[in-house]
């Protein structure tokens, strides 16, 4: 009776250090504004946002480009493992009075890029 008791606490234990050892990969998208010489853009504005299929709004985040012209977006807070898919989000670029816009197609633990034309 008691080696069984170990035996089935022993597997017990085996098995959730099994189920703990995945570690969820990061979910992020890159945004890249260049200019029309495909130079860089760095300070542009960047929006990204995204509708549920109820229409509310799911994600709608703004950061500014770095020197090499990127914004990075951390999607994990979307993402749930299992999901199959995360999310196409509306891109929108601005600086000094110029516009763009672009559209991504965020992948599950993934970095997913794009490149937006200002």
């Known amino acids: 009776m008691k080696s069984s ?12 250090l099994f189920t703990s050892c995945y570690k969820q990969k990061e979910t ?5 504004v260049v200019d029309a010489n495909n130079q860089p853009v760095g ?3 960047v929006i990204v946002y995204g509708t549920g299929a109820l229409g509310s ?15 990075m977006f951390n999607m994990d807070y979307i993402y749930k493992p299992g999901q199959a898919g995360v999310a196409v989000l509306d ?13 991504i197609k965020v992948e599950q633990e993934n970095t997913t890029r794009e490149i937006v034309r200002l």
């Open 5 to 16: 008791l170990l035996l089935t606490l022993g597997l017990i234990f085996i098995g959730s």
């Open 28 to 32: 992020v998208a890159v945004i890249k």
């Open 43 to 45: 300070n542009a504005r």
């Open 57 to 71: 709004i799911v994600v709608n985040d703004t950061m500014f480009t770095n020197t090499t012209g990127e914004a």
């Open 91 to 103: 891109i929108e670029v601005s600086k000094s009075g110029v516009a763009s816009q672009g559209i």
